[in-house]
């Protein structure tokens, strides 16, 4: 069964912020599905979805927009993140993820817009199991 791990990180990534979205193969393949499948203007919460967990509360809005903004932070308590990517960022991170799925060995990849978002978003498969 295909399952996802979503997880918020105050200072992760060199003492930054990440939205960390780790699984297996399926859990990942899974991902890239539901990035390729959102039409434009459609809103989802990705994390209500029944193949993904979350380490703490937390919730991640996706929407696709021919104007991205990349992610945002809606609020803190608990946390709520907006990411929103155009057409050819869902096909670009879709081809990233799968990528990372199906690599033989650990790995991770950035899935980031630009140097403005609320946190780095980092899919991994294989490295963090303990998380």
Known sequence: MAELRVGHFEAFHYGDPA????GDEAGLNALASFLLALEEGEAKVL??????RTK?????DVTSSHQPRGLCQMSETPPHFHWSLSPDLQRDFAEKVRVVA????????YLDTDDSEAAVVIVSKGEYAEL
């Open 102 to 109: 199906t690599a033989p060995k650990p790995g991770h990849h």
């Open 47 to 52: 994390t209500t979805l029944p193949w993904v």
């Open 19 to 22: 939205l960390l979205l780790w």
């Open 56 to 60: 703490d509360p937390l919730r991640v």
